[in-house]
């Protein structure tokens, strides 16, 4: 059995949101993206502002089905509409990753030994190979 990703679709009435989004990034989302751009993290690959469903989240791994969010300003007294659109997402298969804005700003070494030790206790395990396999019919 080949391991697929779910692909989850968005609402392309985002995409232009999630463009401007990118161009005008808090300072602790573009020090966490230096951290997460070119697969740096692992080899995974990492999009920021991505459209998921009817939302934009921070950060988002497809091959993870894992979203990182960084609560900062933006969040304050919107934590009713953070928690249930967390919760609409995860119902979609998506995981959540939530760090506070200070905390990427002062300690990003940390941040990292918690995505990476998530990465680790949760990444896909891939399919066995049929390699070396000598009958084709199995």
């Not at 573009?30 to 934009?56: M, S, T």
């Not at 990427?104 to 896909?124: F, G, H, Q, S, Y």
Request: proline letters at 5%; charged letters at 35%; hydrophobic letters at 35%.
């Amino acid at each position: 059995m080949v391991y697929r990703r779910k692909i989850i679709p968005y609402n392309p009435e985002l995409k232009e949101l999630a463009k401007e989004l990118r161009k005008n990034m808090t300072l602790s989302e573009v020090l966490l993206w230096n951290e997460l751009k070119q697969k740096k993290i692992l080899g995974y690959d990492f999009d920021r502002q991505r459209p998921i469903g009817n939302f934009i989240v921070d950060f988002y791994c497809k091959e993870l089905s894992l979203a990182i969010e960084i609560d900062g300003k933006s969040h304050i007294y919107r934590y009713d509409y953070d928690d249930e659109r967390q919760r609409v997402l995860e119902k979609s298969g998506v995981k959540f990753l939530r760090f506070e804005d200070i905390e990427v700003k002062k300690n990003m070494i940390n941040i990292l030994r918690v995505l990476e030790d998530w990465i680790e206790k949760n990444k896909p395990t891939p399919s066995p190979s049929r390699e070396g396999n000598l009958n084709p019919r199995q």
